[in-house]
């Protein structure tokens, strides 16, 4: 049942199906234990949903538990109550006395706990790449536990989230309306003189107002709109100026619902433009094209890059870059799962379910392209999760 705050959006059931599958990675991998700081793991796995990660916390798995254990702040506590069916055993406070202290740190209270079980001598894994896992994290853990033993479990529970079950590919659709409805909204805005801060302003509101029956969620990366020069580089943000009389504009955004993300890019051409971006843009259309032609179960990661690098490549065109990754579930600073990528030498195999992020921009010297597409892949190919023309969008 859903709480006062709109969570409760899975299945008791669901959960304990994610957790069996994890726990299964766990006997492969030879771990006992799994340490848990990526925010979107302590939400898969639990449903814990809160602005928290910016101090330690974590999410504790062991074999031999029927549920997770939540470990976090003190005055966060009650937002796990909240957010998460765990019982009041499993949601451990550590002492607000320990945050941003110089010394003494969170995590030396998580080994305490841990202890405390009798999981001292343990195999624990831990996420070395995730963004809140500190080195200070991982120094106080390793000092507490000197008789376990430590390995990084390479992002095991991203792994596990690839492939999205139906009720988490109902909330991407809903993320991809949203991202459809706020990228609509930012074009119809975009116009010679505008100041850039108000394009991105319409943004903000479409995102969190949403769609009819799906209210929108704070994305897990801001928008990101490169002007001119800037389109040459992907990851600028937006300033006061007004947009040109001519030239380019690269908009990057996402709907997200319930943390479930969907993103998409468009470029807008201000003005009548020259044939080389005409051309270059219906490269990269068809290049997605053929990307997401590929894109079905039993074919590879490397191969649905490769469909789209063909078509780059008989156009003159190259991107050095990855095309893809997996997006879902996220919390800042990335929309991104940080497991499979659409690239050469990546041989995942692609499944039903699993949904990409299809990055398909071209960035030269002195401006860039980018349309790109976020899918779920399919027995019929790769399916568009949003719904906007897909074109160089000319604004003359």
């Not at 929309?335 to 195999?349: C, I, K, N, V, Y």
Request: net charge negative; with cysteine; hydrophobic share 40%.
């Amino acid at each position: 049942m859903a709480t006062a705050n709109g969570f409760g959006t899975f299945t008791q059931a669901e959960y304990g199906q994610r957790l069996a599958g994890v726990k299964t990675r766990m006997q492969k991998a030879g771990f006992d234990l799994i340490v848990c700081q990526d925010p979107a793991n302590m939400c898969w796995l639990t449903g814990y949903d809160g602005w928290s990660f910016y101090v330690p916390q974590c999410v504790l798995v062991h074999l031999e538990e029927d549920r997770p254990i939540w470990f976090g702040r003190a005055q966060d506590a009650k937002s796990a109550r909240l957010t998460t069916g765990l019982p009041e055993k499993n949601i451990v406070p550590f002492s607000e006395r320990l945050v941003q202290q110089p010394v003494e740190h969170p995590y030396d209270e998580l080994a305490q706990l841990i202890r405390s079980r009798g999981w001292g001598k343990a195999r624990i894994g831990v996420e070395m790449d995730a963004h809140y896992y500190t080195a200070r994290c991982h120094a106080h853990l390793v000092q507490g536990l000197p008789d376990a033993h430590f390995a990084n479990n390479h992002d095991l529970v991203n792994w596990a989230r690839l492939v999205k079950s139906e009720a988490e590919m109902v909330l991407i659709r809903e993320a991809g309306a949203i991202c459809t409805h706020a990228m609509n909204r930012a074009i119809e805005k975009m116009r010679p003189g505008v100041p850039q801060n108000h394009v991105i302003a319409e943004i903000y509101h479409a995102q969190i107002m949403g769609v009819p029956g799906a209210g929108g969620d704070y994305a897990a990366i801001c928008p990101l709109m490169p002007v001119g020069e800037g389109t040459s580089t992907p990851h600028l943000t937006w300033s006061d100026a007004p947009l040109p009389d001519s030239g380019l504009a690269i908009l990057e955004i996402a709907g997200v619902r319930r943390r479930y993300h969907a993103a998409l890019t468009r470029t807008v051409h201000f003005g009548q433009p020259p044939q080389a971006i005409l051309d270059m843009a219906k490269a990269i259309v068809e290049g997605v094209d053929a990307g997401l032609e590929k894109a079905r179960p039993g074919n590879t990661a490397e191969e649905v890059e490769a469909a789209w690098q063909a078509v780059l490549q008989r156009n003159g065109l190259k991107k050095e870059s990855r095309v893809g990754y997996p997006v879902g579930l996220a919390y800042p600073p990335d929309w991104g799962e940080r497991t499979a990528s659409l690239r050469p030498g990546d041989t995942t195999e692609m499944q039903p379910g699993m949904c990409f992020h299809f990055m398909a921009g071209v960035w030269l010297d002195d401006f860039g392209i980018a349309i790109s597409e976020s899918f779920v892949v399919t027995d019929r190919g790769g399916e568009r999760l949003c719904d906007v023309a897909r074109e160089l969008v000319v604004i003359d």
